[in-house]
């Protein structure tokens, strides 16, 4: 599951600049909340996970979840939202 976060709405950081975990996890509770509920009911199934949470592995994890949403390629620059993505996009899992 992929949630996208909005910059009016930033982490609290520690002074060393981690996510406060707890903090951010309530302060986004409701969409977390609202991303699991659609995932109950996602037409889009069958993307399997990387077997490793590595960066590139990451990335093209992210970029085979967007393809199959949008049925089509956006580049790792494309504002998807631009692209006619949706907040359907958004709860794909």
């Known amino acids: 599951m992929i949630l996208v976060t909005h910059p009016s709405k ?16 309530e302060a986004y509770k409701a969409e977390i909340d609202a991303a699991y509920d659609a995932s109950e009911t ?18 093209d994890f992210v970029r085979n979840v967007v393809h199959k949403a949008m049925g089509r390629e956006v580049t790792d620059n494309d504002d998807i939202f631009q692209q006619g993505g949706d907040r359907s996009v958004c709860s794909i899992t």
């Open 10 to 25: 930033p982490f609290e950081m520690t002074t060393k600049q981690a996510p406060r975990i707890p903090v951010v996890l």
């Open 42 to 59: 996602a037409s889009q199934t069958g993307i399997i996970p990387p077997s490793k949470w590595t960066s590139p592995e990451v990335h």
